[in-house]
C-alpha cells in the first residue's frame, strides 16, 4: 500500500472508529507495500498514515460478560 500515491486513493479501502478485540492486544493485515510483498500493517502503523483513525485494539481477555452485556443493551436501546 502506497498512501503517499494519491492515483492509488481511489482504491484502497477506508475504516474507522473500529473496535478490535484479539489475544494478544495485538492487530495488523497483511498487505504489500514498496518494500515488501508481505509487509504486516499495525494499528500504529495505519494510524500514522492517516487512517484507521479512532480504531482501537484490546486484549480479549479484559472483554467481561458485564461489559458485553451493556454493549448489547446499548445497541438495542435497552
Known amino acids: 500500500m502506497d498512501w503517499a500515491n494519491a492515483s492509488l486513493a481511489p482504491q484502497i479501502g477506508h475504516v474507522a472508529s473500529n473496535t478490535y478485540w484479539t489475544q494478544d492486544g495485538e ?10 510483498g508481505d509487509h504486516r500493517f499495525t494499528m ?18 479484559a472483554l467481561t460478560v458485564a461489559a458485553l452485556e451493556t454493549k448489547v443493551r446499548n445497541k438495542l436501546g435497552l
Open 44 to 61: 500504529p502503523e495505519l494510524q500514522a498514515a492517516g487512517e484507521a483513525k479512532g480504531s482501537v485494539v484490546h486484549k480479549a481477555n
Open 27 to 36: 492487530w495488523s493485515f497483511g498487505c504489500g507495500n514498496a518494500t515488501s
